[in-house]
């Protein structure tokens, strides 16, 4: 069932031109230098047709809640998206939102400079200027609160959210937003994830931290839980305006 995506109301940037595209359940909102809809439509399918094939003889990719090996031959998605659920110790589909934004992203910079795939709260960021993306976080009184700022030179960049109490994602917790930062994006979704999994309750934010923070190519974390909110990593925190 599609949930209306409100948190997009707020999207805004100077210089960049916002469309959507949409194919079955991916929904993607970008920004670059141009309206590049046709374009990134025509990859959003092609990296789904090579999931959708995949899928088709190995069916446990789609089901999988633990990490798993791919089988016989597969494409370049399918290698990244088993490397970042083992490495988050979840399945391969806890990175898939998080793939399409990355690599349709890539596809995009061929054709701008500066590009912002958002796909359901995972995001793939190459920015050429400071960027500020704002941490959306249901009903803790901290949501559209805080931004995170993006320095152009750390980018490209995944920034990945997981929540437990937003949206129509699985997760085991109960995290308001589990926010994870990395320059690989397949990670960055799946450790969100993973953290989310990890927090249950408010006090387990340290335990999510020290869980996100132990992952190799992780470089920021903020999670949300009511109120509370703990920070690790290459983080800069500023007023979501």
């Known amino acids: 069932m599609y949930e209306k995506r409100t948190y997009r109301e707020y999207f805004k940037g100077s210089k960049l031109t916002f469309f959507d595209v949409v194919v079955f359940e991916t929904d993607l909102r970008i920004g670059a230098e141009k309206d590049l809809s046709s374009l990134a439509y025509k990859w959003v399918v092609e990296y789904r047709n090579q999931l959708e ?7 446990l990719f789609l089901t999988s809640l633990v990490p798993t090996d791919p089988k016989g031959s597969y494409p370049y998605i399918i290698q990244k998206m088993c490397e970042a659920a083992k490495k988050a110790g979840v399945g391969p589909m806890a990175a898939v939102a998080g793939a399409l934004s990355e690599l349709v992203g890539l596809k995009l910079l061929e054709y701008s400079d500066e590009v912002i795939v958002e796909n359901g709260g995972d995001l793939f960021v190459k920015a050429d200027c400071v960027r500020k993306v704002g941490i959306y976080a ?11 700022e993006i320095q152009p030179g750390r980018t490209p960049v995944g920034i990945c959210t997981s929540s437990g109490t937003v949206g129509h994602s699985l997760s085991f917790g109960k995290a308001d937003a589990a926010v ?3 320059e690989d994006t397949f ?9 989310g999994n990890v927090v249950k ?3 387990h934010i340290e335990k999510g931290i020290e869980f996100a923070s132990g992952i190799e190519g992780v470089v920021g974390a903020v999670i949300i839980v009511g109120d509370k909110m703990g920070i690790w ?9």
């Open 53 to 59: 094939e995949y899928i088709k003889k190995d069916s």
């Open 201 to 203: 309750d408010v006090s």
């Open 180 to 182: 994870i930062i990395s």
């Open 187 to 195: 990670l960055a979704d799946a450790v969100a994830t993973a953290t």
């Open 233 to 241: 990593g290459d983080v800069k925190l500023t007023k979501w305006d």
């Open 138 to 148: 249901g009903t803790s009184p901290l949501s559209g609160k805080l931004a995170l």
